[in-house]
């Protein structure tokens, strides 16, 4: 290449740059009509999003390589929520790949989530793909796989004859308002799922009112495509459904046309939740949608609600990498500690921690755990990076690890027993979920 390529972060007047190399790398932008004042609105509604934080790669004032930083607090565990430097948008220009574009972006975002002191960094992609791959060479490790419950109408049928009726339920339209009630659904759903993101108020209304996103990045309007039905008893808000009427859309994107999508279902008891599968589903077929998506949690009692639903494993996948080891320890001391507390462990050793991610010694005095130095009484070895930040989620748990011989047990002067007990409180497992409207 006759001039070098610069890298560098972004400033003002890059947005029609950074959006041109988007559309030339993704059908989806182009599809969405993706422009500056799109680009710029992000920045606007998601304070995940900052201008500041795109990275671009520039040739002869050209920009032909970008990737956006987007920060998300996202839960590990039962209460702890930690800043992850989500990586979105990975592009380079046609006529530029191959030339090490995209992995010098990539390394520039996880030097940058160090600077910050951001421990965790995560992205969504496909198996498989180009990307995949760099983002494996780069530490990031297979976290999940993202699934789909999807239903022709003949299923759909047969579901609405199982759901049972609740009629203390009331089942309505969102009112203006609502959104307070909902947010503390949300809140109360996400207390058993590890993987989910935080959200407030202003993010609500921004991102799920204003438009709704089905995606971070991709939305439709309230009322036209986007509908949502909030759920009540005694005059509360107990629980809400976002779907999408797929011919309704403005900017249809990835799903056909005879598509129904169910993007959002949170409730507060079972009974309720099943109220507000059962009339999303029936405005769903009123609306003449042929094809059902169900983008739920597939865990109970979601699983029980679709049944009849076939679920698919993707090749979408959720990647993470941990960007600075005993830091991420270090803020999940608190919750290690009420976790031993809660199970009931007291114990008193220290414990290497050895992972593909750097090596953290931790201690354990009665039920407190903290990050600490010196010599280590028992040395956990863990040589796969993609079981060893699924524990970290609770996707799977010590045990698990231990039985699959991704765990080498070296130096042990702690009992096995004490070791297994104290192990297993300190990594459960846990459900793992991220709505779509959070993604990147
Ligand atoms: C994925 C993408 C960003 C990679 O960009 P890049 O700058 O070519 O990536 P790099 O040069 O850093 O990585 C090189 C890898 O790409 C592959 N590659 C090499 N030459 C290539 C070419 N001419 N075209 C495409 N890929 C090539 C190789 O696997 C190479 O790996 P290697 O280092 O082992 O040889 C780019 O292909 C792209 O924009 N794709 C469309 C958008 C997309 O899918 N983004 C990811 C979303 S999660």
Redesign the pocket.
């Known amino acids: 290449m006759s001039e070098e390529i610069v890298y560098r972060r972004y400033k003002p007047g890059d947005e029609s740059g950074i959006v041109e190399v988007m559309n030339a ?2 059908d989806t932008f182009r599809g969405y009509g993706l422009n500056t004042e799109v680009w710029l609105d992000y920045d606007r509604r998601d304070p995940g999003f900052k201008k500041e934080e795109a990275l671009v790669a520039e040739h002869k004032g050209r920009i032909v ?1 970008h990737v956006q930083l987007v920060f998300r607090e996202i839960k590990l565990g039962r209460k702890t929520f930690i800043t992850t430097g989500g990586i979105a948008n ?3 220009h046609p006529d ?9 972006l990539m390394k520039m975002a996880l030097d940058r989530c160090k600077e910050l002191k951001i421990p965790l960094s995560s ?1 969504f ?2 198996y498989g ?3 995949h ?2 983002y494996r060479r780069l530490g990031y490790a297979d976290t999940l796989f993202m699934t789909r419950y999807l239903a022709e109408d003949e299923e759909v049928e047969r579901t609405l004859e199982m759901l049972p009726e609740d009629p203390s339920v009331r089942v309505r339209e969102y009112r203006e308002g609502d959104e307070e009630g909902m947010l503390k659904v949300y809140e109360q759903h996400i207390e058993e799922y590890t993987g989910a993101i935080r959200r407030d108020l202003t993010y609500w209304k921004n991102k799920l009112i204003d438009i709704v996103c089905y995606h971070g990045f991709f939305a439709e309007n309230l009322g036209e495509a986007a509908r949502v039905l909030i759920a009540e008893k005694n005059g509360k808000v107990t629980g809400y459904a976002y779907f999408f009427i797929w011919s309704k859309a403005r900017k249809p994107i990835i799903f056909s046309k005879e598509m129904g999508i169910l993007t959002e279902l949170v409730a507060s008891d079972i009974k309720t939740l099943a109220s507000l599968a059962k009339e999303a589903l029936k405005r769903m077929r009123e609306e003449k949608v042929k094809t059902f998506a169900s983008l739920v949690p597939p865990y109970p009692p979601y699983s029980d609600l679709f049944r009849e639903f076939q679920l698919f494993r993707e090749t979408g996948i959720y990647m993470d990498a941990v960007v600075d080891q005993s830091l991420l320890f270090d803020m999940l001391c608190k919750e290690f500690s009420a976790r031993l507390e809660e199970a009931g462990i007291r114990s008193e050793f220290r414990f290497l921690v050895e992972s593909p991610y750097g090596r953290t010694l931790l201690e354990v005095k009665e039920h407190e755990v903290r990050v600490s130095e010196g010599k280590a009484d028992v040395e956990l070895r863990f040589v796969d990076m993609h079981s060893f930040v699924r524990m970290l989620y609770g996707i799977e748990g010590f045990a698990d690890l231990l039985l699959k011989g991704k765990i080498d047990v070296r130096r042990s002067d702690v009992k096995f027993q004490t070791l297994l007990n104290t192990m297993n409180a300190l990594f459960p497992r846990m459900k793992w979920f991220i709505w779509p409207a959070d993604h990147w």
């Not at 530029?96 to 010098?104: D, P």
Request: aromatic share 14%; net charge positive.
């Open positions: 790398c993704f390589g990975v592009s380079t530029y790949r191959g030339k090490g574009i995209a992995t010098k992205l992609t496909g793909y180009v990307a791959r760099i």
